[in-house]
């Protein structure tokens, strides 16, 4: 039986490793104002996740960009997923128990 050579391993700078890839289009999410009925597109850095101890304290906020007007809705589950997946500023609450 002859023996196979070992793979030849090659040295690649950072640059190299990342010169094929692209820009990542940057996360938005659909909202709605509740005041002045606007619906609109916000960019992550528009949103903020409040977590708390049960889905009474657990919400996301915004500034309506069409009123002005600070809008928190409740998160559930699905949307945390989303919205931290996305990139969203988190705050989790913890209880003062």
Do not use: N, Q
């Amino acid at each position: 039986m002859s023996e196979s050579a070992a793979p030849e391993v090659r040295e690649m700078s950072v640059a190299a490793a990342f010169a094929g890839m692209r820009s990542v289009a940057p996360m938005v999410f659909r909202a709605g104002c509740p005041d002045c009925r606007g619906r609109f597109e916000l960019a992550a850095s528009a949103l903020r996740l409040a977590i708390g101890a049960t889905s009474k304290t657990t919400f996301y906020s915004f500034t309506c960009p069409d009123c002005g007007a600070s809008v928190r809705k409740p998160a559930g589950e699905r949307i945390v997923e989303l919205l931290t997946g996305g990139g969203v500023r988190t705050l989790r609450l913890h209880s003062t128990l």
